[in-house]
């Protein structure tokens, strides 16, 4: 439903610098309900709990969807409750700007359905290129998939953009889809002004050929 709000979960440990004030943040917002519930957890005392959530550092935090290790200020963690429904672009964004592609690849497959929203950085020719790099890697990894297929219209309108680089994306990933559907949309950019689309096209239309 919307408007809910996330709950939280925190591990911390003995001696760790930043668990005290990530754990007075957590606590004040759910004294001003920014959060439904918060479960502090101490690992050194649960360490089998620790070792179910896949814990390796302090602070541990999962706030509604997303997980996060080490200091975080209490307007970042304001943020991301604030972003729980809609925000999962961002979050994978957030990931891959610290390296995480692998944390972004689980995060997907917990529910595929967060591919979709990832299109708006394909569609951003000047978001961050290790991101973008990342993003295609992550939707790559769906080639032939239902998941990919689900989003063959909107890849579609994509093949259409204005933007040589996006359009280029597009016919790529469209090729992937391994879908026949798909097929009318990389033929329309066969005589596409950019050579690098028009390659790209082709080769797409060369991997359907090969499925």
Known sequence: MAGLKPDALLFITPGCPHCPSVLQALSDMVKDGAIGKLTAVNAAVHPELAEEHGVRAAPWIRLGPY?????????????WAGNVEGGAARYVEYLLKKGGYKKALAFVAEDTRRLGPLLSIVADPSANLEVR???????????????????????????????HRVRADACHLLGLTGSEAARMHLAARIDDESVDVREIAKEALEELDGR
Not at 144 to 160: V, Y
């Open 133 to 163: 790099l990342g993003v295609s890697a992550l939707l790559e990894s769906y080639g032939g998939k239902d998941a990919l297929n689900l989003l063959l219209p909107d890849l579609a309108g994509l093949s259409r953009h204005q933007d």
């Open 67 to 79: 997980v996060f290790t080490g200091a975080m200020s209490a307007s970042e963690l304001r943020f």
